[in-house]
C-alpha cells in the first residue's frame, strides 16, 4: 500500500513561481522513479516530468522545458516540481506518481508505467 500526497499548488499570476511537493509512504521510496503530470479541463492527462530511481537522469516536456525542475530528496521520501515563469495555459490539477518498477534503466514517461497516483493539486495561474 503507496500514499501519495501533493502540496504546494495555489493561485499565481503569470510569471510567478510555484513548487510542488509530493510525499510518499508506504513502500521504499529510493528504488522507484516518480512523475508528474497534469490534467486540464477537458485534456487528456499529460506528461509534465519524471525523475528516475537513482536522481542521474530527469526529463521535461516540451511544454516546461526551460522552466520547470523536477528532483527528489530520498531522506524526506519526497519529490518535487519547481514551476518558473507560469503561464496561463499551465492551469490544471497536476498529480504526483510513482512507478510500478524498482531500478527501471530508463525514465518513463507514459502514465501506464505508473501504479500510484496522487490526488491531485490545482496550479491556477492568472493572466
Known amino acids: 500500500q503507496v500514499q501519495l500526497v501533493e502540496s504546494g499548488g495555489g493561485l499565481v499570476q503569470a510569471g510567478g513561481s510555484l513548487r510542488l511537493s509530493c510525499a510518499a509512504s508506504g513502500r521504499t521510496f529510493r528504488k522507484y522513479a516518480m512523475g508528474w503530470f497534469r490534467q486540464a479541463p477537458g485534456k487528456e492527462r499529460e506528461f509534465v516530468a519524471a525523475?528516475?530511481?537513482?536522481?542521474?537522469?530527469?526529463r521535461n516536456a516540451d511544454a516546461g522545458k526551460g522552466r520547470f525542475t523536477i528532483y527528489r530528496d530520498n531522506a524526506k521520501n519526497t519529490v518535487y516540481l519547481q514551476m518558473n515563469s507560469l503561464k496561463p495555459e499551465d492551469t490544471a490539477v497536476y498529480y504526483c506518481a510513482a512507478d510500478s518498477t524498482a531500478y527501471r534503466a530508463m525514465i518513463p514517461t507514459s502514465r501506464e508505467l505508473y501504479i500510484y497516483w496522487g490526488q491531485g493539486t490545482q496550479v491556477t495561474v492568472s493572466s
Open positions: 525523475i528516475n530511481w537513482s536522481s542521474s537522469m530527469t
